[in-house]
């Protein structure tokens, strides 16, 4: 297919696409190259080595964000991701935001023999002087997989839109945060870094203290309004993904895939493994919501505390809000069980709508959630898998 609307090109726009291939696979490759190194000090050193070596072109993109073309790259920001088995790195790029008609005039345009071209991709036209205040410069970070088919994480961040969606239509103030994630090649894709955010591992290795304490040390007094609102942000964005954690069954939730941004939302990254895939030979071992002992002090630290029965109230919410969508969802995961994925072992579609209790009356489906979330609270296989991954991967819990 590739080949065929290659042929099709001609002129600038078979430049563009030349140009702008080979800087992505470039980039890349240096996942696959890197993996060969041991992990730690060795690796790192190659990924920056490597970064080092690509030269940016005018007029390039990152698969993730056509609407900004990458004016700068940071060298110094290569960095190999923790995994088992793969060697994902991160890097950052500078992009100024100009739109997709943007970029097709900048593809229009032959960047090779125009030497003024640089000063015309700092500088508008004037004919564009009216959009130059939409132009945004700005630092976004990516992670680039080898061997990793990212079509998975792709499936789960269409869900997550669309629950995100639904809540929006019903009123909810539910908190989603889908990201962009493009498969750019068989095995290979690349994944956009959720702004403003750390993972809870990260903030584990920074200072050794709870969740609660450090919403205290970054928002101020519990009493304070910046606390409150950080910890209103929590509850509604923790509600909001238990009820994607539940319904596509979303595992491996250890604290390098749970990330905490600057405004108190939680927020759920690398969906590897969901459906009927897991960890450990697909054991399903974890429970249906990562509830932890400080996710739910900072929620109140009971059951019967007012914010933690406002949490429950909003999955309740939240799940009856989805419910009448089930064939939506269902028919978008079904559209793709037919290319084989790790999470489709052929009871998918059954479980899943099962989740929805399709058959329950209202009040019958929220007990069942209800009891979802009692039994997920404090689960004791939750904690097992975070000591399991300190252990193994030195991840903080």
């Given at each position: ?13 078979l ?15 240096i ?5 060969q190194?041991a ?11 490597a ?29 190999p ?7 994902p790195?991160l890097?950052?790029f500078?992009?100024r ?60 961040l ?15 103030k539910?908190?989603?945060?889908p990201?962009?994630?493009v ?5 290979c894709?690349?994944i ?6 750390k993972s ?15 919403f ?14 950080a910890r ?20 491996d ?23 009927e895939?897991?960890?450990g ?15 739910f ?50 009871q ?8 929805f209790?399709?058959?329950?009356s ?16 404090l ?7 975070d000591?399991l991954?300190?252990?193994q ?5």
């Open positions: 297919m590739m080949t065929k609307i290659k042929q099709q090109l001609s002129g600038t726009a430049k563009f696409y030349e140009r702008e291939f080979d800087f992505f696979e470039q980039i890349t490759r996942s696959g190259h890197i993996r190194f992990k730690g000090r060795e690796r790192k050193q190659a990924c920056l080595q970064l080092s070596k690509i030269e940016l072109q005018e007029g390039c993109y990152l698969p993730s964000n056509p609407e900004a073309v990458v004016i700068e790259i940071d060298y110094k920001s290569g960095t991701m923790q995994s088992a088995a793969k060697a790195f890097a950052r500078k992009v935001h100009c739109g997709i008609s943007g970029l097709e005039q900048l593809a229009a345009s032959d960047l090779d023999n125009n030497p003024s071209s640089n000063n015309q991709q700092q500088s508008p036209s004037q004919e564009d002087q009216e959009s130059v205040d939409e132009r945004k410069v700005y630092w976004q970070a990516c992670i680039f997989k080898v061997g990793d088919d990212v079509r998975q994480d792709m499936l789960a269409q869900v997550i839109e669309m629950f995100k969606n639904i809540f929006q239509q019903a009123g909810l539910l908190y989603l945060a990201y962009r994630v498969a750019t090649a068989p095995g894709g690349v956009e870094c959720v702004p403003n955010s809870r591992d990260q903030i584990g290795r920074q200072t050794d203290i709870t969740l609660f304490e450090y205290l040390a970054t928002f101020g007094d519990e009493q304070s309004p910046a606390f409150q609102e209103h942000n929590f509850v509604v964005s923790m509600a909001a993904y238990s009820i994607v954690s539940f319904l596509l069954q979303i595992k939730r250890h604290n390098g895939n749970i990330m905490i941004n600057t405004t108190g939302h939680i927020i759920h990254i690398d969906f590897g493994f969901m459906f895939s897991s960890p030979g697909n054991l399903g071992w974890e429970p249906d919501i990562k509830l932890t002992e400080e996710m002090r900072v929620m109140g630290g009971s059951m019967e505390a007012p914010l933690f029965q406002w949490y429950m109230e909003l999955c309740v919410q939240g799940y009856l809000a989805v419910r009448p969508f089930q064939d939506a969802v269902i028919s978008l995961v079904s559209l793709m069980l037919d290319t084989r994925l790790p999470c489709f072992r052929g998918t579609i059954k479980l899943l709508r099962a989740r209790a399709p058959q329950a209202e009040r019958e489906a929220a007990n069942f959630m209800l009891k979802v979330v009692r039994d997920s609270c689960n004791w296989r939750g904690k097992t898998y000591m991954q300190y252990y991967n030195q991840i903080p819990y």
